[in-house]
């Protein structure tokens, strides 16, 4: 008998009803968005963030030697550990050399690597020309955009490098704009390097790309110095911390939005439920003057809105992967998976809404059957 | 000797300082149809709402079934309508998205277990067996009635308090209620019924007449 009646009290106020489904489909689209990019888009874009450059740097142990260098074979002691983690490593010789386009000649911090996976750390800079995909290339290297212009070079023409009376001369491939130091910089093969330094298969240092939770990055940290004894293994601390706050934002920015919008779905759902409510008076009033106890009645009302959470809880919940997907490919530019346990989530949070929306309905639970009789 | 189904005993109720029954003082035995009279506003409303629980006396006590109403908790309140009391209304009051069956259906609902097909051969009974599916909106105004008497009698009250039930009906409908009624009495049921009508209330074993709130006179009907 309860579903019948409730069946009854649904498809009798369908059209109030349908208002209020609309009413928190579209709190329940909102809300589904953006539980789900906060599940989805914070995972990704965490692993965005690990990729945009080094996270993990190794170096010889500090002894106040700042020109140590490491042995460029702890590498191949990286590569077989396997760590599932490190997406990309080079190691880095620095010299501080020169370089000369002909006309001008100045100062350059020489970067020795390996060529290929400056790409794949960096693929965030901006390129004019062209990566070079050859690790140990000994005719190309790429300039930061500072020094082409102090060099007045641009992509396929040559420059000569100089180390300690030892030169070579390369083609540039491409120009690197990345904001930061690379920008002064020339990235040259790391055996070209080795040899304008004459220093053998040294490096200064490592960098690594990781990606993970920072706390999987620590792990990571802790695997590797235990692993390599005698140097150095330290996180960039300072990515890292703003990669978290921008996270812990955008985090807070997607709840005060989720809770912003359950509070005007719950006015939604109060304004079609007020309205319900009077038309409704007349009913508990004589229900109750039949002896139906107000918890029966209420439950029948109680029901009623839970139905309107579900169906427009299920409702966003379709829409809202779909916005979800919109936004992450938009906004954050990344594919946003849609999270089965998104579902669950917005309908709880739907009946809930729906249930604060019912106020009106639970004051029914106050009419006085001699009043409604009587005509009040 | 019949026992007392009713006792009042010198009700009164005051609504916001006016006195709607004053010291209102009868016996109703098992079984009795009685016919409340008087004029607009004497109080028979009141008088019968608080029979049936859904008033207060302000003093006095209305006993039904030996249980003194005015002392029941809301929720002792509620059971006692439920299974004491079968109300009909001058507005039919039936509930207007459930069918005529689900009307009669949800009183047993409140009572206990709802079932459908004794529902369904109450409705019958009094002649709407081909409208069980009918909103009231598709029912006469006698029908709904009819089905506002099922629903009364579906949980085998103790008491029928009809206000005013052929108020709102015409001739050929006002016929048919009665006939029912009658047979109701016929076969036992304690009825009281507010009317305006002296040939109603002349059908009942006694005619209990009211005038701003006091009792009258009490005038036994000669059959």
Known sequence: MFWRILWRLLYASRGRLALAVIAVASGAAVCAALLNLNLDATDKLTREFRVLGANVIISAAQDGDAAATIDAGTMQQIEQLRLPEIVAAAPYLYLSGEADAGANRTAVILAGTWLDEVARMNSWWKVEGNWVSARDSRSDCMIGEEAASRLGLIPGQNVKVVYAGREATLKVAGIVTAGSSEDSQIFIGLPLAQELAGLGERASLIQITARGSATEIEDVIRRLSSALPGVEVRPLRQLAQAEGRLLERIRGLLFGTVILILALSSLGVLAAMAGLALERRRDVGLMKAMGGPVRKIMRFFLAEAMAIGIAGGICGFIVGMALSEWIGERVFSVSITPRLIVLPATLALMVLVSLAGALPLRLLGRVRPSDILRGE | ?223
């Open chain 2, 1 to 223: 000797m019949t026992a007392a189904l009713v006792q009042a005993e010198d009700i009164s109720k005051t609504f916001a300082g006016v006195r709607a029954l004053d010291s209102v003082r009868f016996e109703v035995l098992s079984g009795e149809w009685i016919a409340i009279m008087g004029p607009s506003g004497s109080g028979k409303t009141t008088l019968i709402n608080i029979l049936g629980g859904l008033d207060r006396p302000t003093s006095g006590r209305a006993i039904v079934d030996g249980v003194n109403v005015g002392t029941l908790g809301e929720r002792e309140l509620t059971r006692y309508r439920a299974e004491k009391i079968g109300f009909v209304f001058q507005n039919f009051y039936l509930v207007p998205y459930l069918s005529a069956v689900e009307n009669v259906m949800l009183a047993q609902y409140f009572h206990s277990v709802a079932d459908e097909a004794e529902a369904a051969e109450s409705l019958a009974r009094v002649g709407l067996k081909g409208r069980l599916d009918h909103l009231p909106s598709q029912l006469s105004g006698g029908e709904q009635q009819r089905v506002a008497l099922a629903r009364a009698l579906i949980n085998h009250p103790k008491l029928i308090l009809a206000d005013e039930p052929t108020g709102n009906l015409d001739e050929a409908n006002e016929q048919m209620v009665l006939e029912l009624l009658q047979e109701l009495h016929r076969s036992g049921h304690t009825i009281l019924l507010v009317t305006h009508s002296p040939e109603i209330g002349r059908m009942a074993d006694r005619r209990i007449e009211l005038a701003h709130g006091r009792l009258m006179h009490i005038v036994a009907n000669l059959t």
